[in-house]
């Protein structure tokens, strides 16, 4: 394992020099954060690209390329090879070099060009062009039926595989396999009984139309980006962005369509909260486990038909309204309401045993809910909260231009801008410490935490005052100095925060909650 | 209606009125004026268990034929009894799904039928038939079907 991935290290970095001397269009991190340096104190120094589709084909076929030096075959076969043995070179090696090779082709649903037509080219001949890797072309002598359409054709194509069809039927077979069924590597031949994969050259060259070689680029190296542990497609809907990180410990990145996740889990940005515990509460909120303990903790059941009641009133002589049970029950002890007598105060079933348990557990069905209404609660509110900020980010500009028509240049009303990017990042954190601190349980460090969520969240609210009202009612002067000082200070705090929780992790010093 | 699946069909269609293989008739009126809609008539083979018995399947089509299987059912009073084929006539056979290729043809997939109503050894329902006739969709195509190998059964 060690050795392969210092396999796919050595690919990058060198793919990496050369893309960065070759080709402007790639994008470091520094150009696409905004405040990329304030994400990164706690994580290894983060350093991470974005690739378009094109970038990526070309990264792929440099890998292909690089085994190619070795293995010596057509790179489109390569391909395949790699493909099949989900892109890991060393093994791929290893099984070519010591296995039955025809049969490592037959597994990846190739064919081995050194046996073509029948013939055994010697392998040492080291001339690749030797044997065409392009899709064969029939002689034009006669014209031959399609399998497909029935129809003649002069243009008849096919795979080393032998089965032909003329370029229209290959053109919608194609179509459908790569737009509706979504697929790229693993496209067979079109011929029954036939699993010979298509390969790339053949492919674009059939292809007409650029609108789906491009869709098929981007298929074709889904295998590639899958398989990679430190490249991932950009989650955004519609982006078809890879995100190519340079060690295994990057979490935030930002797309260049603007989109900020976690490299891990794919959700957006959610310090200082892990993926595991993130995971726990997306799942905890999205389930109806609080719709379960909200029943319990305010019906009960009819002892008899067990329809769920709830108390409307309160008289604790209970007749279900199950038009079919009617049954007269007391609500305190749940047993039939006639041993009771005039009044309930006489129950004597009040303390017995069963009777404390279940009122026990629904005590804590209680509080359990309460709880997790406490916490549930102020992450919702952060959560609308940076929703509305996005709002924020429009009148700030209204105002930003405003100023600048008052004596200011442009780069001294940056602030307010930079202000606003804070205050998101603040809130966003704010948002997932109540997940952490759902789980977490009290000490010393908890303490700590809180005091430090508290006073972030004291600072965010005033800077959120200040941008939202203030700003318009204020001296230019004096709002300046009051917003950059405030942001200044949210910053800190939030970087505190976040340092803390981090420490926590690395010491251990977090205790959870069993939920 | 696409080009290509009209032409294909009117050809199948023409070779299949002309030349039927063994155990398979059509008749051309059967089909609808569109050809999206086919009823074959299928008879037993001689020496098997279905000898002497006769069978209708149906195929439709859509636009997206040959590159897309057609959907293909027994109708009628007899479905074959049969381990892979349900008594609501929904046939278990991979070609019709994940196996398509748009090579293949009515022809084949009659073809394809008749040998395997031939090499049954024990006329019996699917084990799941009950379940499966009570709980699928009308389309046989959007079952997901679990391909048993043959050999076994």
């Known amino acids: 394992m060690e050795s392969d991935e210092e396999g796919i290290y050595d690919v990058e970095s060198d793919a990496s020099i050369n893309y960065n001397s070759s080709d402007d269009g790639i994008y470091s991190e520094g150009e696409n954060t905004a ?56 093994k791929l090696m290893e099984r070519y070099y010591e296995g039955d090779q025809d049969k490592i082709f037959e597994e990846a649903q190739t064919i081995n060009p050194f046996r073509l037509k029948g013939k055994v080219v010697s392998s040492n001949t080291n001339n690749i062009t030797s044997f065409s890797m392009q899709s064969t072309k029939r002689p034009l002598t006669t014209q031959e039926v399609c399998d497909i359409c029935y129809l003649p054709s002069q243009h008849m194509n096919g795979l080393q595989c032998g089965h032909f069809f003329c370029i229209d039927c290959w053109n919608e077979y194609l179509r459908i396999k790569i737009i509706d069924e979504g697929q790229g590597q693993k496209i067979a031949c079109p011929a029954n009984d036939c699993n ?65 996740f976690c490299f891990h889990c794919l959700q957006p940005i959610h310090e200082p909260v892990r993926c595991p515990l993130l995971k726990k509460w997306l799942r905890k909120c999205n389930d109806d486990s609080e719709t379960a303990h909200w029943i319990s903790a305010n019906t009960k059941e009819c002892p008899k038909c067990r329809a ?56 804590k069905s209680r509080a359990a809910l309460n709880r997790y209404l406490f916490y549930c609660d102020r992450y919702m509110n952060h959560r609308q909260s940076l929703e509305l900020e996005h709002k924020l980010y429009s009148k700030i500009k209204f105002k930003m231009e405003e100023m600048q028509q008052h004596n200011m240049s442009w780069i001294e009303v940056q602030f307010l801008k930079k202000a606003v990017d804070i205050l998101c990042k603040c809130r966003n954190t704010l948002k997932y410490t109540y997940v ?80 | 209606m696409s080009n290509t699946m009209e032409k294909r069909l009117q050809k199948e269609l023409m070779k299949l009125v002309s030349e039927p ?13 569109k050809l999206t809609l086919w009823k074959v008539k299928v008879v037993g083979a001689k020496d098997t268990l279905y000898d002497g018995e006769s069978f209708i399947l149906q195929f439709k089509f859509t636009p997206k034929y040959p590159f897309e299987s057609p959907q293909v059912i027994f109708i009628g009073p007899n479905i074959p009894v049969h381990p892979h084929i349900y008594s609501n ?62 050999s076994q059964s």
């Open chain 1, 308 to 363: 769920t009641i709830e108390k409307n009133g309160g008289c604790n002589h209970m007749i279900c309204q199950n038009k079919s049970c009617k049954f007269d029950f007391c609500w305190i002890c749940l047993s039939a309401w006639s041993p009771h007598g005039s009044s309930w105060y006489n129950c004597n079933r009040y303390d017995a045993n069963d009777s404390v348990a279940a009122r026990t557990a629904q005590e």
């Open chain 2, 89 to 150: 006539g929904h046939i278990c056979l991979s070609i019709l799904t994940d196996d398509w290729s748009p090579a293949l043809s009515v022809q084949a997939v009659c073809l394809s039928i008749v040998s395997m109503l031939s090499s049954c050894k024990k006329k019996v329902r699917p084990p799941d038939n009950v379940v499966y006739v009570s709980t699928c969709s009308k389309n046989p195509k959007k079952t997901n079907w679990y391909y048993h190998d043959d």
């Open chain 1, 196 to 260: 010979i994969l298509t390969d790339y050259e053949t492919i674009l060259s059939l292809l007409r139309g650029s609108d789906i070689k491009t869709k098929y680029h981007q298929r074709l190296t889904d295998g590639f980006v899958m398989s990679h542990h430190l490249m991932k497609w950009c989650p955004s809907p519609g982006c078809s962005v890879v995100v190519k990180v340079t060690t295994a410990g990057t979490r935030n990145v930002t797309c260049i369509c603007g989109h900020a």
């Open chain 1, 35 to 90: 405040h990329g340096e304030a994400n990164d104190f706690m994580d290894e120094p983060t350093s991470y690209k974005c690739l378009t589709s094109d970038q990526i084909f070309n990264y792929m076929m440099k890998v292909v390329d690089e085994v190619n030096a070795i293995l010596q075959l057509p790179p489109h076969i390569t391909c395949i090879l790699l493909n099949h043995f989900k892109w890991d070179k060393e």
């Open chain 2, 21 to 33: 293989p063994a155990g398979v008739t059509f008749d051309s009126e059967s089909a609808d004026s």
């Open chain 1, 436 to 515: 952490f601190a759902f789980y977490l349980r009290s000490n010393n460090q908890a303490t700590i935490f809180e005091a430090n969520q508290k006073d972030l969240e004291m600072a965010t609210e005033r800077l959120s005052e200040y941008l939202e009202r203030d700003v318009t009612t204020d001296e230019l002067s004096n709002i300046k100095q009051k917003v950059q000082d405030k942001a200044k200070y949210c910053e800190g705090r939030c970087e505190a925060l976040l340092r803390h929780v981090y420490e926590g992790y690395d010491m251990d010093l977090w205790e959870y909650l069993d939920e």
